[in-house]
């Protein structure tokens, strides 16, 4: 079965610095990958998404994701950060074994400092 | 805008009471997905539902938990006795599925406390 792992719970930045969130996934073709932010009591919203083609994604709010297969991994950036993207955010990998099902990594909580 | 919507947005209730939860979907999409956020297992997919009729609910314990869509504008969710370990907070999702993928919206999210 299809994984994701997060393997930092809390980073904390300062404004303005540079932010890498890390993704690892457990699956043997082709992921689709994605990247959730949620604002805290919100929903899940959509950052950006990996099916195939490039592998640097572009997606809203000034984040990026770049897709590496040698590494299983699907990191999530941004060149400067803002006080507004403190949030948590989720890597999910879709299962293509016929169903829509999202796995979510456990997701990493960002705290942006003044 | 369309978002998806969800009712309660809090719930405090008591151990062995029943719980429903709703949902509406943005309207249009023909796909409702039901998930579950807890600290110590993250949020975890319970069932969803394509035009109405439940495609898996394989992460939905089925002696208390129930859902439904009573009309393509509603989504139910019941737990029927709860318990404290239900506590959790329950997203609903909707989308425009039978494609190789389309993008989930979330609502904003039920609070559920089980004293």
């Known amino acids: 079965a299809q994984s994701v792992t997060q393997p930092d719970i809390h980073i904390t930045v300062s404004e303005g610095a540079s932010l890498e969130l890390r993704c690892n996934y457990s699956y043997g073709a082709t992921p689709y990958l994605f990247w959730y932010v949620q604002s805290p009591g919100q929903g899940l919203q959509l950052l950006l998404k990996y099916f195939s083609g490039d592998t640097l994604v572009q997606g809203i709010k000034g984040f990026e994701a770049e897709f590496k297969r040698s590494q299983s991994s699907f990191n999530l950036r941004k060149p400067s950060v803002h006080w507004s993207d403190a949030a948590e955010y989720f890597c999910a990998v879709l299962d293509q074994g016929g169903s829509e099902k999202l796995v979510f990594g456990k997701g990493t909580k960002l705290t942006v400092n003044p | 805008d369309a978002r998806v919507t969800q009712t309660p947005r809090d719930k405090v209730t008591e151990m062995g009471q029943e719980v429903t939860m709703r949902c509406q979907p943005i309207?249009?999409?023909?796909?409702v997905f039901w998930y579950r956020q807890t600290m110590m297992q993250g949020l975890e997919l319970l069932a969803y539902f394509r035009n109405r009729a439940p495609l898996d609910d394989s992460g939905m314990p089925k002696d208390r938990f129930s859902a439904e869509m009573p009309d393509a504008t509603l989504a139910t969710l019941k737990i029927q006795p709860s318990e404290p370990r239900d506590s959790a907070v329950y997203f609903c999702?909707?989308?425009?599925?039978?494609?190789?993928?389309?993008?989930?919206?979330f609502g904003p999210g039920t609070r559920l406390t089980v004293l």
């Open positions: 309207l249009g999409h023909n796909t």
């Open positions: 999702a909707s989308g425009l599925g039978g494609q190789t993928y389309n993008e989930q919206f």
